[in-house]
């Protein structure tokens, strides 16, 4: 384990790697594949990905029995190149972070601290909302911000540089025997979902940086004192500022520019949430609630419909009429207990061989088609009552990472297109004939798609 000298030493001497190397991203180390190619012509270039693997989180080779580095793959050890500027200051920052991390959120030293993983998913999230709670406009971060993110970012994730897992190998011996070693290779879930998450917050950092000289305004004098409660919603979040644009509405250039933003945008937001989706589906589920779930009522009606094939999924959905989250979130906590209750029926009468199985595992399916269809509805959706638990009681410190980054891009993602849509609206108020019905090829997917979840969830955009 290296020491706080240690890790001071360490970023001192990086500051002579800050000269060689000026501005460059954090997430620019990494492309992936989860975007649509278009959404990647204004992204930047991409290193190796496995350069954020350090060197110092192995020993060295000691003897000719141990593991043979000078044959395994080097780049798992490279030490990554900040692309910030360091101070001495950012060590005493550091080590007051590190030490509540490690005081597991209990400042008394005692026994009520939290699973270090638990720990780690809360310092990510507390850090995103202090940098992006207050992202009332489509406008840059200041710089301030902005190093603020990256570094402690770095420092939150820098756990996952010596996370690696041990895989059989041979090796030939000096005696010209051939030996079965160990060899320390990336962990698999780590070295896939963590580049594509530092890509894509890289990407909403340019699209934020991308705000400047634009046709569009804020007026800070609330909605409300301007008499401008034109929709619900609007008339509720009187004190935010709101979007203006000029009186014949946006160019064609700036619109197209604004829709081609939410294009992205979007396709963030679905490739964040589906690395949410399956880290949360990687994590097992807590014994101390398992009894609870046994326990939870699906409710007869919607049991009967599920248990009916002559009733489909789309037409038990269409039945709930869920209008608002907290409908749509008890049904997603009923369908998820009863889903696991049913597996833990199948394991239990497998060696059996009841023909019930068969029967459940109908009802497996459709449940969870219906679930599937719910969150697909109610994109943003708040956490389950399973994934809340899985998340406070998971020891798993890639998954607390893994997850937590991917829901707070999630989340940046979503008010960022709601940004775009406030933007969107006020052009089509300005100008009717913008989107106008004869135009409706113009209005983007993301944006019908957007304004339905938006009408089933409410207001709520964080």
Same mark, same amino acid.
């Given at each position: 384990m290296m020491t706080y000298d240690g890790l001071e030493?360490? /970023?001192?001497?990086? &500051?002579? *790697?800050?000269?060689?190397?000026?501005?460059?991203?954090?997430?620019?180390?990494c492309s992936t594949d989860l975007l649509d190619d278009d959404a990647f012509l204004r992204c930047s270039s991409s290193r190796d990905v496995s350069e954020s693997f350090s060197s110092k989180s192995l020993p060295r080779k000691t003897s000719s029995d141990d593991w043979d580095f000078e044959r395994s793959p080097k780049h798992l050890y490279r030490k990554e190149k900040p692309g910030?500027?360091?101070?001495?200051?950012d060590v005493t920052d550091m080590k007051e972070k590190f030490s509540k991390l490690l005081l597991g959120e209990d400042v008394t030293g005692g026994c009520n601290g939290v699973q270090t993983a638990l720990a780690l998913s809360n310092a990510i999230t507390h850090l995103a909302t202090s940098i992006f709670g207050e992202l009332w406009k489509l406008e840059p971060l200041s710089?301030?911000?902005? &190093? #603020?993110? =990256?570094? %402690?970012?770095?420092?939150?994730? $820098?756990?996952t540089n010596y996370m690696i897992e041990l895989v059989p190998a041979?090796?030939?011996?000096?005696?010209?025997? $051939? *030996?079965? +070693?160990?060899?320390? #290779?990336? #962990?698999?879930?780590?070295h896939m979902n963590l580049p594509a998450l530092r890509k894509l917050d890289s990407m909403l950092i340019e699209t934020l940086d991308s705000a400047v000289n634009t046709e569009f305004w804020y007026s800070e004098v609330g909605r409300k004192a301007e008499g401008k409660n034109k929709?619900? =919603?609007?008339s509720k979040r009187w004190w935010l500022p709101s979007p203006k644009v000029p009186k014949p509405g946006l160019s064609s250039s700036g619109r197209k520019k604004l829709v081609e933003e939410g294009n992205v945008v979007y396709q963030i937001f679905k490739a964040a949430?589906? +690395?949410?989706?399956?880290?949360?589906?990687?994590?097992?589920?807590?014994? +101390? +609630?398992?009894?609870?779930?046994?326990?939870? $009522?699906?409710?007869?009606?919607?049991?009967?419909?599920?248990?009916? %094939?002559?009733? $489909?999924?789309?037409?038990?959905?269409?039945?709930?009429? *869920?209008?608002?989250?907290?409908?749509? *979130?008890?049904?997603?906590?009923?369908?998820?207990?009863?889903?696991?209750?049913?597996?833990?029926?199948?394991?239990?009468?497998a060696s059996?061989?009841?023909?019930?199985?068969? =029967?459940?595992?109908?009802?497996?399916?459709?449940?969870? #088609?219906?679930?599937? &269809? /719910?969150?697909?509805?109610f994109s943003n959706l708040p956490q389950s009552f399973l994934d809340a638990t899985k998340i406070q009681y998971g020891k798993d410190i890639g998954h607390a990472i893994l997850e937590a980054y991917s829901r707070i891009l999630a989340n940046l993602a979503f008010r960022i297109l709601n940004k775009i849509e406030e933007i969107l609206q006020e052009d089509a108020l300005s100008n009717p004939t913008s989107l106008g019905s004869n135009e409706l090829s113009r209005i983007p997917d993301w944006l019908i798609i957007y304004n339905i979840n938006k009408a089933n969830n409410g207001t709520r955009t964080s």
């Open positions: 030493t360490c /970023i001192i001497n990086n &500051q002579s *790697l800050v000269e060689e190397e000026s501005g460059t991203s954090r997430g620019d180390e910030y500027a360091l101070c001495c200051s710089e301030d911000k902005k &190093q #603020r993110w =990256r570094r %402690e970012m770095d420092w939150l994730l $820098s756990p041979k090796q030939d011996g000096e005696n010209g025997r $051939s *030996l079965e +070693i160990m060899t320390p #290779r990336a #962990r698999p879930d780590i929709i619900t =919603r609007e949430k589906s +690395i949410n989706h399956n880290v949360l589906l990687e994590m097992p589920i807590p014994t +101390i +609630i398992k009894d609870a779930l046994h326990k939870t $009522s699906l409710g007869d009606d919607l049991y009967k419909m599920l248990a009916s %094939e002559s009733v $489909s999924v789309d037409e038990i959905f269409v039945s709930l009429r *869920l209008v608002t989250e907290h409908a749509a *979130l008890e049904i997603v906590n009923r369908l998820e207990a009863a889903i696991y209750a049913w597996k833990e029926r199948i394991t239990e009468e059996s061989g009841k023909p019930e199985i068969s =029967r459940i595992e109908l009802l497996i399916n459709r449940a969870e #088609r219906l679930n599937d &269809q /719910i969150k697909s509805k």
